[in-house]
């Protein structure tokens, strides 16, 4: 069974960082893209940023680009997502899903508050 | 301001057909047949419920059908049920700039 647990989520101050994780069960990690799509509360959801099986291509959205950074280990199925420079409206659920064009797996998130 | 445009709200009755729209430009749904459809229930992740403008996953409803025309893409619900009731999202390719952009989200609600 296809399973991605997030993990890492918590209270951080403005202009704190937190690194957030995901690990994958039940298929062949290395072999897809993965995402970070996050949900702010009460909105809508906002992609975030993708990597590719090998790490070979990296893609963020603008409004990210510079503060947020995505990486993998496939060695522990894992998946990452550095945050640094957080701002309130960083404060979300983050989601990991995967999957390119569509994602068609996603875990449960964890919740990221920003917040003094 | 999301990049693709949906309807806040939308609502029917059991058995009811209804339809929720997502409007793009030509810089994404209408220049790629990568648009999808996800189902968040209140609490819960995202499930996919189309993808490929109109192909089902395993599993999903026939209930539910996509459709694309120019600029806007189309989800269906046929025979509504009490259980559809949910937020619905779609996500599109938007090319090697911007790449994936999520509609602003519709909330369905079963009377």
């Known amino acids: 069974e296809v399973q991605l647990v997030e993990s890492g989520g918590g209270l951080v101050k403005p202009g704190g960082s937190l690194r957030l994780s995901c690990v994958a069960y039940g298929f062949t990690f290395s072999s897809y893209t993965m995402n970070w799509v996050r949900q702010a509360p009460g909105k809508g959801l906002e992609w975030v940023a993708s990597i590719s099986d090998k790490s070979s291509y990296i893609y963020y959205a603008d409004s990210l680009k510079g503060r947020f950074t995505i990486s993998r280990d496939n060695a522990k199925n894992s998946l990452y997502l550095q945050m640094n420079s957080l701002r309130a409206e960083d404060t979300a659920v983050y989601y990991c899903a995967r999957g390119l064009r569509w994602p068609d797996y996603w875990g449960q998130g964890t919740l990221v508050t920003v917040s003094s | 301001q999301s990049a693709l445009t949906q309807p806040a709200s939308v609502s029917g009755s059991p058995g009811q057909s209804i339809t929720i729209s997502c409007t793009g430009t030509?810089?994404?749904?209408?220049?790629?047949?990568?648009v999808s459809w996800y189902q968040q229930h209140p609490g819960k992740a995202p499930k996919l419920m189309i993808y490929?403008?109109?192909k089902r996953p395993s599993g999903v409803s026939n209930r539910f059908s996509g459709s694309k025309s120019g600029n806007t893409a189309s989800l269906t619900i046929s025979g509504l049920q009490a259980e559809d009731e949910a937020d619905y999202y779609c996500w599109s390719y938007a090319g090697s700039s911007t790449y994936w952009v999520f509609g602003g989200g519709t909330k369905l609600t079963v009377l």
């Open positions: 030509s810089s994404d749904v209408g220049s790629y047949n990568l």
């Open positions: 490929e403008v109109s």
